[in-house]
């Protein structure tokens, strides 16, 4: 007869309630996890594994090309590998745990089993059921993140107009829009804090943007807020989001300079990049 891995507790007035929750005969239901959420995240997994294959290596071609070997949040498809990433890590974390719940759930099946135990037995039993009890908690909290998670990450994808089929080609056209925002953002709190940092000048140079031209245009952006500041206007991030999006516009194209000097003809290659085969 086949075996079942689920745990019958049948002395749980044993444990003590201070050190575990053995003792409480509902504490391996899980509290807000049903089999409704299961079902969504269950559902939701083939799209993670999918796209998580777009972000398996460490750098985008983009950055390899113009920051690798130049030596020298800003998108939502990084926001959306941020989540994979939590995804993965989440999961990898969730399966080590389940699966070494199943293990001592055999164990302790085996051992219940038996019609005679020694001490040292009856021991491990109780250590076996405090830590699978015990984990509960610990595993419903997992998937609630999991939840959660896939929620932002469908909350991105429909505000950002993202399409579901969307692959590692699609987030590498969006790159180079990353970095500029990204580059002129740091400038920016380099010229709040009255600086002109070496880090940020060679991010410049190296997306082919002159890091003069590109402080001179910082400090006026600065400027403008100052004086809107001094004559009572309320100054909202938005002016932050629309210098961003200027910045984005001037300089769109000056990366090519710099992928022209380093002697490259194109900064990705789509043939080593994955698509989606829907």
């Not at 595993?139 to 939840?147: D, N, P, S, V």
């Not at 998670?149 to 969006?174: A, G, S, V």
């Amino acid at each position: 007869m086949e075996k079942s891995n689920e745990m019958v507790i049948k002395n749980s007035k044993d444990f003590n309630p201070i050190i575990t929750k053995a003792g409480d005969v509902n504490s391996l239901e899980f509290k807000t996890i049903k089999s409704k959420e299961l079902k969504e995240i269950n559902e939701w997994m083939p799209v993670v594994n999918k796209k998580i294959d777009a972000f398996q290596k460490r750098n985008s071609q983009t950055t390899s090309s113009l920051m690798s070997l130049n030596m020298i949040d800003s998108a939502p498809y990084r926001v959306l590998r941020q989540i994979l990433a939590q995804v993965q890590k989440k999961r990898s974390a969730l399966k080590e745990s389940m699966y070494k719940i199943e293990k001592k759930k055999i164990e302790y099946n085996n051992l219940q089993e038996k019609t005679v135990r020694n001490e040292l037995e009856e021991l491990k039993m109780k250590k076996y059921a405090c830590d699978i009890i015990d984990s509960q908690g610990y595993i419903e909290a997992a998937l609630k993140e999991l939840g959660a998670l896939k929620r932002r990450y469908e909350e991105i994808c429909k505000n950002k107009n993202i399409p579901e089929d969307w692959d590692e080609t699609d987030f590498e056209k969006q790159e180079i829009e990353h970095h500029i925002k990204t580059m002129f953002r740091n400038g920016l709190r380099d010229r709040l804090q009255g600086s002109h940092n070496m880090g940020t000048m060679e991010y410049f140079s190296q997306f082919g943007i002159n890091s003069v031209y590109a402080y001179f245009l910082i400090d006026d952006y600065v400027k403008q807020i100052k004086q809107a500041i001094a004559s009572n206007k309320q100054v909202g991030i938005e002016t932050e989001y629309e210098f961003l999006d200027k910045m984005y516009d001037i300089f769109k194209n000056e990366y090519k300079k710099a992928a022209k000097r380093i002697g490259l003809d194109s900064i990705t290659h789509v043939d080593f990049l994955m698509k989606d085969s829907i």
